[in-house]
């Protein structure tokens, strides 16, 4: 069995595109449309009876976006796999009701309101440090924490999973390194020298092992804690301390902008299929401050 399955994981990466990188400079797959064998890869880890927790924060009137992001979820993501939905929010009472697939859970916290959408982005390390400590070791064996203004519109499956897996920020997956947008204040922890960084990654979504994301998490909590004792914080909150995690702790696997697209980009030729992509809005509409 465990000689089966080396050679068909062996297939399974075998699998090229020549208009994209598919490798990274660590040897990491990029996963872009055409480089995986859906049918293939749900056989290997059919074999494993994983499961996946899933978290989501919708705070205010960021509800308003759940029942989008949910019901497309059911239809795209993980299907056929265990998937158990951590949804915070500061008003229960407004979460949808969404018919959920076979093995397919959804749980909802409660948590504070918090009057700054910076705080809001900034908590949610914390939030995901304790629930992998406390709750999710015998739960679950992937975690990915995602953004709810977001919608899905195509397969997002098992060819994800990995030990600690970021996904490729699609205003930048094919910009030079002087464009990225790291923070540059040496003063930050989240400080990222000139002329340093592999590839830009969203904030919006991001997981792996329980493990590996802990480790991320709690790093990512404690930079930003030493931050605000400083009066800093980062020029893109946590996910600039993501952006400084995932250079010193290299994503074992890479998700192309088809797993976190943006409505207001225009096509790209490199992007075949749109997985998963924010939505629309107006952010004066739906966030408690500028």
């Not at 890869?41 to 996946?52: A, E, G, M, R, V």
């Not at 994800?160 to 996904?167: N, R």
């Not at 804690?225 to 009066?231: E, G, H, L, R, Y």
């Amino acid at each position: 069995k465990c000689l089966l399955f080396f050679l068909l994981i062996h297939l399974y990466y075998r699998i090229f595109r020549t208009d994209v990188a598919s490798v990274t400079s660590w040897l990491a797959p990029i996963i872009w449309e055409g480089t995986f064998d859906a049918t293939l890869i749900d056989f290997i880890y059919k074999q494993q009876n994983l499961s996946i927790a899933t978290t989501v924060f919708a705070l205010g009137k960021y509800t308003s976006f759940l029942k989008d992001f949910l019901e497309s979820a059911e239809q795209h993501f993980f299907v056929g796999f265990r998937v158990h939905y951590y949804l915070f929010t500061d008003l229960p009472e407004e979460v949808p009701e969404v018919k959920m697939g076979e093995n397919h859970s959804l749980t909802v916290r409660k948590v504070p309101s918090l009057n700054r959408w910076q705080d809001i982005s900034m908590g949610r390390m914390e939030i995901l440090e304790k629930l992998i400590e406390n709750e999710l070791a015998k739960e679950a064996d992937y975690i990915f924490c995602l953004d709810v203004d977001t919608k899905f519109y195509g397969r997002w499956g098992v060819e994800t999973l990995g030990h600690l897996v970021g996904v490729i920020h699609p205003w930048f997956f094919d910009a030079p390194r002087d464009r990225l947008t790291y923070e540059r204040r040496p003063e930050s922890q989240a400080y990222i020298p000139a002329g340093e960084g592999d590839y830009y990654f969203t904030g919006a979504a991001f997981g792996g092992s329980l493990e590996d994301v802990h480790h991320l998490t709690k790093t990512c909590r404690e930079q930003m804690n030493i931050d605000a004792a400083n009066s800093i914080e980062a020029i893109w909150h946590e996910e600039s301390h993501l952006n400084k995690y995932f250079l010193y702790n290299k994503p074992s696997k890479l998700l192309s902008p088809e797993y976190l697209w943006r409505d207001i980009n225009a096509g790209a030729a490199q992007i075949k299929i749109i997985r998963f992509s924010h939505v629309a809005k107006n952010n004066a509409d739906v966030r408690p401050n500028p």
